[in-house]
T-cell receptor
């Protein structure tokens, strides 16, 4: 079972470059999420999509955009990367919000120099 | 501000020993509290989930407890194994967010030594 698949696994960007992180899930989940994880801090929600066709801001949305392409895919775009966006990014999905377990991808380690 | 704080930050134990990890939260009201295990280089995986009305939940050698009065949860690991070396994350879902904006603790890094 693939579960949640993220690409790429590693990426180095120069300040000002743009890129898109891809995420796909094969569990027919309604809700999808993007988090970032920084040393010494808990995962922080960037954006989420409660259901296909909807997206909402999380705790730290500045500098990011998202697209819920279809029920399976949820992408995260950095338009102009900054060193402060160096982090590990996790995509997750769940059947729906309340009380349902979130399944995470393996993460994308992004370094902005 | 809703917060989830975990202690200790890191812990080293010998294989076969028990340990208890702590989670204090200020989120109120909340719908459920989860413990996740995160292996190095991997995404978190759910271990247990408890609603505000539950006191304990077990998953094999992992037992989570919840005291809603003191706003504390603990994760007890019995007869630790080398494979238990990981970060353990406490996560609380506020009641008024539909479960989408859960709050993650920073985690406890557990090292199990042979």
């Amino acid at each position: 079972n693939a579960g949640v698949t993220q690409t790429p696994k590693f990426q180095v960007l120069k300040t000002g470059q743009s890129m898109t992180l891809q995420c796909a899930q094969d569990m027919n989940h309604n809700s999808m999420y993007w988090y970032r994880q920084d040393p010494g801090m808990g995962l922080r929600l960037i954006y989420y999509s409660a259901s296909e066709g909807t997206t909402d801001k999380g705790e730290v949305p500045n500098g990011y955009n998202v697209s819920r392409l279809n029920k399976r895919e949820f992408s995260l775009r950095l338009e102009s990367a900054a060193p402060s966006q160096t982090s590990v990014y996790f995509c997750a999905s769940s059947e729906q919000g309340l009380g349902t377990e979130a399944f995470f991808g393996q993460g994308t380690r992004l370094t902005v120099v | 501000k809703n917060q989830v704080e975990q202690s200790p930050q890191s812990l080293i134990i010998l294989e076969g020993k028990n340990c208890t990890l702590q989670c204090n939260y200020t989120v109120s009201p909340f719908s459920n509290l989860r413990w996740y295990k995160q292996d190095t280089g991997r995404g978190p995986v759910s271990l247990t989930i408890m609603t505000f009305s539950e006191n304990t939940k077990s998953n094999g050698r992992y037992t989570a407890t919840l005291d809603a009065d003191t706003k504390q949860s603990s994760l007890h690991i019995t007869a630790s194994q080398l494979s238990d070396s990981a970060s353990y994350i406490c996560v609380v879902s506020p009641q008024n967010t539909g479960g989408f904006k859960t709050i993650f603790g920073a985690g406890t890094r557990l090292f199990v030594k042979a």
